[in-house]
Structures are given as C-alpha cells and as structure tokens.
C-alpha cells in the first residue's frame, strides 16, 4: 500500500485547508486510517484516525470540532478538513494506513505535507 498526501500550504489563523491522501497498491487490504503531525522539536501525534467503513473516528482533543476526517473507498481517499487553523496547527502532516498481508499486519506512511499557519 503506497499513500500520497496532499494538499498542504500556508494559511492565516482562522483560515482552512482540506488535506487528501491518496491510496494505491492492495487497497482493498486497507483497515483503519488516519492522520498524524509532527511540529519541529516535537513527536509525532495522532491528529484523528478512522475505520475501514468511515463509521468510527478518534480526534485528539486539540482539533475536536475543528477538524473532520472522511475517506472515500470508491477513490481510496481519505481526506482531512481543517477549519478554524491556529499557529500551534502547523506541522508536517502525514497520513497513514493500517493493512493485513500475509497474516501479519503493516502500516504505511506518506511522505506527508507541510502546513502552516500564520498568526
């Protein structure tokens, strides 16, 4: 499974961006998804995950109700709105997949997009 995020940029605080990640290889192996983010000098976090049929999703504290997670399975995408960006937004953003093959389980990564929030 190979993903590809885009959609990244700079924006003013209050401001949105809609991130996609884009799925390619055994999709149909793909479970959960999700987006992580990591700030310079800080660890990685999990921004918001999603389950295989869109019907459950975990938010960190930080973006509830500001961000909203969905996927498209039809397009193997998997998007990300951001409303409401704040300056601690920003961050390389990645997106990942969770996936089984040959009774082991995987987890791809993207190469992820940058964003930035400007205060």
């Known amino acids: 499974v190979q993903l590809v995020e885009s959609g990244g940029g700079l924006v003013q605080a209050g401001g949105s961006l809609r991130l996609s990640c884009a799925a390619s290889g055994s999709t149909f192996r793909i479970n959960t998804m999700g987006w992580y983010r990591q700030a310079p000098g800080k660890q990685r976090e999990l921004v918001v995950s999603?389950?295989?049929?869109?019907?459950?999703?975990n938010y960190a504290d930080s973006v509830k109700g500001r961000f909203t997670i969905s996927r498209d399975n039809t397009k193997n995408t998997m998007y990300l709105q951001m409303n409401s960006l704040k300056f601690e937004d920003t961050a390389m953003y990645y997106c990942?997949?969770?996936?089984?093959?040959?009774?082991?389980?995987?987890?791809?990564w993207g190469q992820g997009t940058q964003v930035t929030v400007s205060s």
């Open positions: 999603i389950t295989s049929g869109g019907d459950s999703s």
């Open positions: 990942n997949a969770d996936y089984k093959q040959y009774g082991m389980r995987f987890r791809s």
